[in-house]
């Protein structure tokens, strides 16, 4: 299977360094453009069968401005194992003021504070990756997620830390996924 993960477009939050997580956040100017030529990139490398959707607005947003470019006749699934990871009352907060260590860590302050663990995140992730096992192994799929969804993607995917991974807003990153072995 061909996987290809594209990460939303540009948001005033991401501009802004600002913590999104679930916010239901648009692109900005530079997003749409960024996502449109996503779009078009795909529309000259690939033919996807499968699109899969993270249901927050800023993801939907960048389908859309990829479906301007590339005309798309398959299924779309809107899926929330992939929506960004929850950082309950940090969102909203710019990220230099996030002690993302101290954030990763599994206690009881950050239960509180509303954050998903990321045990939480693998899990719901694991669970995804599980699901397009059932796909024809012959497809590509399209994903369009967030930041922290797809940096665990890629570190189930290569076995990285995800303090390896970068993903930038509506770049494409591509995977051959052989679930046979």
Known sequence: MKL???????????????????????????GIEQAKKAGKELKEKYKIDMIFCSPLKR??????????????????????????????????????????????????????????????????????LEDLKLEDENSTVLVVSHDWAIRMMISKITGKDLDEIRVDNAAINEFEIDYSK
């Open 4 to 30: 290809i993960l594209i990460r939303h477009g540009e948001t005033e939050e991401n501009a802004n360094h600002i913590v999104g997580g679930l916010d239901d956040s648009k692109l900005n100017k530079k």
């Open 59 to 128: 993801c939907v947003e960048t389908l859309e401005n990829i479906l301007d470019e590339y005309p798309f006749e398959g299924q779309i699934f809107m899926s929330k194992l992939i929506e960004e990871r929850d950082f309950g009352e940090y969102i909203g907060m710019e990220d230099v003021l996030v002690d993302w260590d101290d954030i990763n860590k599994i206690n009881k302050i950050n239960r509180e504070m509303g954050v998903e663990s990321l045990p939480e995140l693998e899990k719901r992730i694991n669970l995804f």
